[in-house]
Every structure is written in structure tokens, then in C-alpha cells.
């Protein structure tokens, strides 16, 4: 006979029911049980500072890539290496070095079916240590990330590879130019030719040929350099966003004596204002100035020269605004100027091609365009702004010096005869242009300070080491 009142069921523990907590679990009979932590074994939370421990392996030219990818966000391996003058092995190689460590990242693009070059960012780490450097709070690790992904998805990634060609173009520019122990480079007259006496030969990894050589004859010996370059956001900020070009920078001329050759620029005794090269154009002399401590009884040293700088904004132009639009540009750095709160800089159009180059002379005095019909002139106010002009064809025609190179065409004024629109042979040098005046208005940053030297660690380097400094 079945018990008519059975037996109540007892509850089944639990496997975890004696587990400790935040322990990890056993296996028994096919249920995870948790484990008790061992003792002494406690883990301890990542440093959020982690990247201390690896700022010692940092080089000079390290801390170069890192500066200008926070101040400039991206840039790509062929501007890098131009920018701390390695060959292409050694930029590779340190670049996957700092990729492994965690101060840089990369990526790949397309644009139009185009696979466009490697870009490099950085990573937390560097953009912390970056953001450090230039006394700024960093972002967080989500903003960074939000930033980088909006780069390299972005449509203006290949309108800020052709800002970053040409002040990376100067970099090189200026290395080519300047001898690294202050001496005057030169080239031999022909192929096989030996160099001027008493002037240093240029050593480049290959001998240029004569059409490369021909430009760097043209220049004038001296030291020549990227004094300062500033992004689009910061010349902004600094002229309380009145103009925001695509760039700011300053070239520097520095004259040195040189023993006279045929292809030194001649300048006669008389006390004039410009001599001429051998070409008869006609360049700005340098300014002079006493040497500190120079006076002693009966007797005084030689005037040093002072350094010529072209202060410029860049607008880059790749052809995706209409013409008026362009010109119109113009206006707000004239009235600024006119009003006395900007610089005293010129501005310069790099134009995809020559056809628009030659457009946007025609458009500002309202006449036909190439392939289009005539614009009416627009309403630039009055004004003495220096405005020239060059092309990406031109640019690259210079293999070895781009924008320094003679490829600038000075835009004439609306209110003055439109002369001849065909630009001048030869073109203006950068060296060529107007210098800045100090003028101390309103919104004047001044010269160029050592803070803004965009090879800075380079030459403190070079400085401590008693090796010559870097052009």
C-alpha cells in the first residue's frame, strides 16, 4: 500500500552555493565551481599613464613625427620621411617601431576606386604625450578614436595631403638648399664638372641631373628654412577667425658670404635697394645689422645680414570652387589688412592647373574666362595685399625644390591695368616675395619664435651634440 502523505522534497544546493565571491569557478560533475583566489596573487588595474615607462626609447625625429601628427592629425609615410630627412628603409623601419609600441596607428583608404597612400595617426599613447608637450588637455580614447575614424572616412582627406605636400615640400626644400655646416652649397657648372672653389658641393643620395641642378643655381647662396607652420584651426584661432586659410607659414633667407662665381647673384656698390640675379631679376637685398660686441677702438666687424621672411597664408585650391567664389577670398584678408588687425603677409593660390591659374587673373578684372563666360569683377576693397599665384603642374615640374622654386606669379591689383595675363618668365622664387613687417597691430603674432620651428628637436639635438644644425 502507497504512503498516502509522501515526503517532502529537500531543496538541492547549489554548486555555487559555497563559492566565494569574485572567484573563479570548478568544474564538479559537470557544474563550473568557482575557485578561491590565490593569495598574493591579486591583479592590479593598468596605469592609465602606461606610456611613461616608454618615453625614454623616444628619439628627436620621434618626437618630430609626433608633434606635427597632433598638430596636423594626419600624415602620410612619403611626408614623413621628407619631413625628418630619413631614407625610405630607416622611415619604414621607425615607423613600425613606434606602430608596436603604441604611439601611432595606421590606415588604409580608397577615394574613387584610388588606393590612396598610408596615413599615419596617433594612438593614445602618443596623443597624450603630444597634447602634454603643447600644454593642452588631451582627448579622451573614445573622442580620439571618433576623430580619427571622421579623418579617414572624411572628404577632404586628399585636400589636406596637398596642404601637407607643400609645407613638407619647403621642409625639403630648405634642406637641399642649406648646407649643413652654413657654407654655401653649389653645384658644378656640367656634368662632371668640379665644384667653385672654397663652396661646398651638394651631396643628395642622387647626383642631380643638369635640368634638377639649373633651379639651385638660380638661388642665392645662404640658409634657408621653414621658420613656422601653422594648421588651418590654429592660424584661426590666433586671428580670432577674421580669415581661416588652409595654412600659415614662413620662409626664412639667411644671406652668407660666398666666394663670387658666374652664378652668384651680382649686386653693384652703389647703396640700391635690389640687385639682380644672372637672369637680370631683380631680388630684395637683405636687411644688415651690426654684430653684438662688434665695436673695438679704430675698428668695428662686418654688418651681418638679417634674414629675410616671407610670412604667407596658403589657400589650396583642387578645382571643386567656381571662380568667384575663389576671388572672392581675397577680400577679407584685404579689409583685415585695410584695418589694421592682421599680419603683414602675402597670400598664396596654389591652383590645380594652369588654365585656372590663368582664369582666376581673368576673373578678378572681370573678363571672359577660358571656357566659360565673362564674371563680373568682385568687390575687393582697396588695398596693397600681395597676392601670387602658382599650379600643382608647376610645383612638380621642380623635383627637388617645389613651392621655393621660381613658380610664383604676382596677381595684379582690380584697380590697375590687367596687362598681360601670361605669367612672367621666369616666375618669382619664394625668397623673391615681399618680406612681412613687424608691425605689432592688433592680431600680429610677430616673428617666428624657436617654439615654432617645426624641426625643433632636430636642431636642440644637433646643438647638444656640437654637430651642425639642421637646416
Not at 236 to 259: C, I, K, S, T, Y
Request: hydrophobic share 35%; aromatic share 6%; glycine share 8%.
Amino acid at each position: 500500500m502507497k504512503d498516502e502523505h509522501p515526503q517532502p522534497l529537500t531543496s538541492i544546493p547549489s554548486p555555487d552555493a559555497d563559492a566565494a565571491p569574485g572567484s573563479a569557478p570548478q568544474r564538479q560533475g559537470g557544474v563550473r565551481r568557482p575557485r578561491a583566489p590565490a593569495p598574493g596573487r591579486a591583479r592590479r588595474a593598468p596605469s592609465p599613464s602606461s606610456w611613461l615607462k616608454r618615453a625614454h626609447h623616444l628619439q628627436a625625429r620621434d618626437e618630430v613625427v609626433l608633434v606635427h601628427l597632433y598638430r596636423h592629425t594626419t600624415l602620410t609615410s612619403g611626408q614623413i620621411r621628407d619631413l625628418v630627412g630619413a631614407s625610405v628603409n630607416s622611415t619604414r623601419r621607425r615607423l613600425g617601431i613606434l606602430r608596436r609600441q603604441g604611439w601611432i596607428d595606421s590606415f588604409w583608404t580608397r577615394r574613387s576606386g584610388l588606393l590612396l597612400p598610408q596615413h599615419w595617426v596617433l594612438a593614445e599613447a602618443g596623443h597624450r604625450w603630444a597634447a602634454f608637450h603643447e600644454h593642452e588637455q588631451p582627448l579622451t580614447a573614445r573622442q580620439l578614436r571618433v576623430r580619427t575614424e571622421a579623418v579617414a572616412a572624411g572628404t577632404q582627406l586628399a585636400h589636406t595631403d596637398g596642404i601637407h605636400d607643400f609645407f613638407v615640400g619647403l621642409v625639403r626644400a630648405a634642406r637641399i638648399l642649406s648646407s649643413p655646416d652654413n657654407e654655401p652649397l653649389d653645384l658644378p657648372s656640367h656634368a662632371g664638372a668640379p665644384a667653385s672653389p672654397g663652396r661646398r658641393t651638394l651631396l643628395a643620395p642622387q647626383d642631380p641631373t643638369e635640368a634638377e641642378a639649373e633651379p639651385l643655381r638660380a638661388h642665392p647662396p645662404g640658409r634657408y628654412r621653414l621658420a613656422r607652420w601653422w594648421s588651418s584651426a590654429h592660424v584661426g584661432n590666433r586671428l580670432n577667425m577674421m580669415v581661416r586659410p588652409d595654412g600659415h607659414g614662413v620662409w626664412e633667407f639667411q644671406a652668407v658670404e660666398a666666394v663670387p662665381s658666374p652664378d652668384a647673384p651680382s649686386c653693384s656698390d652703389e647703396p640700391v635697394e635690389v640687385c639682380a640675379d644672372q637672369n637680370g631679376t631683380r631680388l630684395p637685398a637683405p636687411e644688415t645689422t651690426a654684430a653684438e660686441g662688434s665695436e673695438t677702438e679704430g675698428a668695428t666687424s662686418p654688418a651681418v645680414p638679417r634674414a629675410h621672411q616671407v610670412g604667407f597664408y596658403l589657400e589650396y585650391d583642387r578645382g571643386t570652387e567656381t571662380l568667384e567664389r575663389l576671388v572672392a577670398k581675397i577680400g577679407p584678408y584685404q579689409r583685415m589688412r585695410t584695418e589694421r588687425f592682421g599680419p603683414d603677409w602675402v597670400l598664396l593660390f596654389v591652383l590645380p592647373t594652369l588654365r585656372r591659374e590663368s582664369n582666376v587673373h581673368r576673373a578678378l578684372h572681370g573678363l571672359t574666362v577660358f571656357g566659360g563666360p565673362a564674371t563680373p569683377a568682385p568687390s575687393i576693397p582697396r588695398g596693397d595685399l600681395p597676392v601670387f599665384t602658382t599650379n600643382q603642374h608647376e610645383i612638380d615640374a621642380q623635383q627637388l625644390l617645389g613651392p621655393a622654386a621660381a613658380v610664383w606669379w604676382p596677381l595684379t591689383p582690380p584697380q590697375e591695368p590687367p596687362g598681360s595675363f601670361s605669367p612672367p618668365h621666369p616666375r618669382l622664387r619664394l625668397a623673391q616675395l615681399p618680406a612681412g613687417r613687424d608691425l605689432h597691430w592688433y592680431l600680429d603674432p610677430g616673428a617666428p619664435t624657436p617654439a615654432d620651428d617645426p624641426l625643433r628637436p632636430l636642431r636642440e639635438q644637433a646643438h647638444r651634440m656640437g654637430s651642425p644644425p639642421r637646416p
